[in-house]
């Protein structure tokens, strides 16, 4: 016999991604705050003098990537429960990218899932990690291995919050918003090689421009089944860069940004992009202080690191590829050889 359990149902995850002053918080319920002690000493006033609600909790975990782990999201969820939040509650991920996946996996975990809302403190989580509810961490196998689709339920996303971000980390946020004008919209690359990222309105508006395209690309493919890839541009050889030097030389955006000179090197190679476009690229990368260039010691290893990348589990490596500037193509059919002649023409030559 067989029993059919019917569970087709339409789910209404909208939400609101507010750029601009953070706005007042009001919230009739308990909220609990996750932050680290950086984000905390610096902006913690700024958001508890925006925020109204019934209890609020302040929990705190270690600032760094290699605290991104099951260890603390254990740690963050008795600290919920201590504080006895219930399904109605809220938890507010307040920090950088690594805050606010481990904020949203935190929240889709408590009681079976709890709402959230991202307030990110970093240009590359207010351009990039806070938008799509992508939540999660790594584990020894790789980097957002474990993880949960869990949308938040608002963004709020105030540049002023940037004045204490360190130029590095900025820098690693503008690789981000490059490459979603480089993959999705050519008349923002062009906007963004005539203006200053630097000046304040500018930014207010690239990181406007940014949300938009990765929003865009999130209400067509949520769940990463097709086009929601090509957000990996610079990230299939950024990650082997990352997992070659250990995660200890480059921040996650300076290797995207090596990554996506890499990919547009093989992008010119098999006539997807004129060398001239690449020129623009780096041009533009480099105005920001990103690493342009790896010194790729062992080719053959480098190609072998492809396969750890999720992406290219089955064998086949998928590249993200520019068309030009503006558009892209998804592909797993670059031939092995083709690969490695444009890896070998980065063996050696100084970062
Ligand atoms: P991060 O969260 O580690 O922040 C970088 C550093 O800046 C930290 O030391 C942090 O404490 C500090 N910081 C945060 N706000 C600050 C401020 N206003 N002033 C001064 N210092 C501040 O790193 P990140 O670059 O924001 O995010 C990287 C993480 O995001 C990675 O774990 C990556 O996997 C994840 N990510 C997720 C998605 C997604 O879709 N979920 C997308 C891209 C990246």
Redesign the pocket.
Known sequence: MTISINLKRIIDDSYPLHIGPLPEINFEGKVAILT?P??AG??LQTLLASLKAKEVYIITIP???QY?TLATIESVLDRMFDHRLNRKSLLIAF???????MG?FSASLYNRGIDFIQI??????QV?????????V?NRFG??LIGAFHQPRAVYIDPS??????SR?FG??VA?IVKMAVTFNAPFFEWLEENDLRDGDNLQYAIAKAVETKAGVVEEDEKEQGLRAA?NYGHTFGHVIENETKYETY???ESVAIGIVMANELACEVGLMSRAEAERVKALLGRYGLPLTYPISDVERFYQTFFLDKKSADSAITFILPRGIGAVEITDTIEEGTVKKVLATFKGIGA
């Open positions: 680290n950086k984000v610096l902006h600032d760094g990537e991104k920090g950088g990218g690594v805050i606010g996946d949203g990110p403190t970093t240009l590359l989580s990039d990690a806070s938008v799509g509810g992508k939540t999660g790594n980097k957002n919050f940037l004045h204490t971000l360190p980390e690693a946020g981000e957000l921040l996650h955006g």
